[in-house]
């Protein structure tokens, strides 16, 4: 296993030890999400009573065949704990998600939950956001349009397409625009005005979501804690 597979999965080791019994879990998505899945599974194999909430499809894949039980929002709408990957956080726990393209779900579940652990290798804490294009969640009638907007914020949006060059869609069968921003100095200035667009479904600034990050670094395991807990 490579360094950064090493770190991914120390973080999601120290991350489910935070779990405890009768939880209601969010489950995120991605690769050092699934490491932190994996592990829940082993632990309810122990005996440990918890159910999960996936942020998608994949994660509820790879949920059910470790064994969490799930559940959904038709049965409960607070979420205890929330373990999840990032693309980019800053110390101030500022954070770009939606690599994978979960961020709609994955923001849904973040702000349904008690405490968002954010989980990650080292290679993802930046001094400020943006060298990782912003993922973004376009309703496919509206995209030429949302591109437009954002291209007016100074963006510069590419349609996100497989190997074959055919548009990703999104568990909700929408499109994503990566877009560029450059260094984004004022992410909650954008992020209100990223909000404001209709037809742009979610976006990948997560700000004043995340309670605590988990970041592996070499053997060591670095971990920032939100001061105030969020209301
Ligand atoms: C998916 C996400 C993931 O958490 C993010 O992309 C990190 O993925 P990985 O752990 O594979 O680096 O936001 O939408």
Redesign the pocket.
């Known amino acids: 296993m490579d360094q950064t597979e090493i770190e991914?999965q120390a973080a999601a080791d120290h991350a489910v030890q935070r779990i405890q019994d009768g939880m209601l879990l969010g489950l995120?998505?991605?690769?050092?999400?699934?490491y932190a899945i994996r592990r829940i599974g082993e632990r309810v194999r122990q005996g440990l009573n918890v159910r999960g909430i996936p942020?998608?499809r994949h994660s509820e894949e790879l949920a059910e065949a470790v064994g969490i039980p799930l559940t959904s929002f038709d049965e409960e709408t607070r979420i205890d704990l929330t373990i999840?990957?990032?693309?980019e956080l800053t110390p101030q726990l500022q954070l770009i998600?939606?690599?994978?393209?979960?961020?709609l779900r994955?923001k849904i579940v973040a702000t349904a939950s008690d405490r968002l652990v954010i989980?990650?290798?080292s290679r993802?804490l930046v001094p400020a956001l943006g060298k990782f294009q912003l993922?973004i969640e376009v309703l496919p009638f509206a995209c030429p349009v949302v591109a437009r907007w954002l291209r007016d914020l100074g963006g510069k949006p590419q349609l996100r397409s497989d190997a074959d060059g055919k548009p990703v869609m999104t568990d909700q069968q929408n499109l994503v625009l990566d877009c560029d921003f450059g260094i984004i100095e004022t992410p909650e200035e954008l992020a209100a005005q990223l909000d404001r667009i209709p037809g742009l479904i979610a976006h990948?600034l997560f700000l004043r979501l995340a309670s605590c990050a988990i970041v592996g670094r070499g053997t060591e395991i670095l971990t920032i804690e939100r001061e105030m807990e969020r209301a």
């Open positions: 991914k995120g998505s991605g690769s050092t999400s699934a942020t998608s999840d990957g990032a693309d998600k939606g690599g994978g393209g979960a961020m994955e989980i990650a290798d993802k993922p990948g």
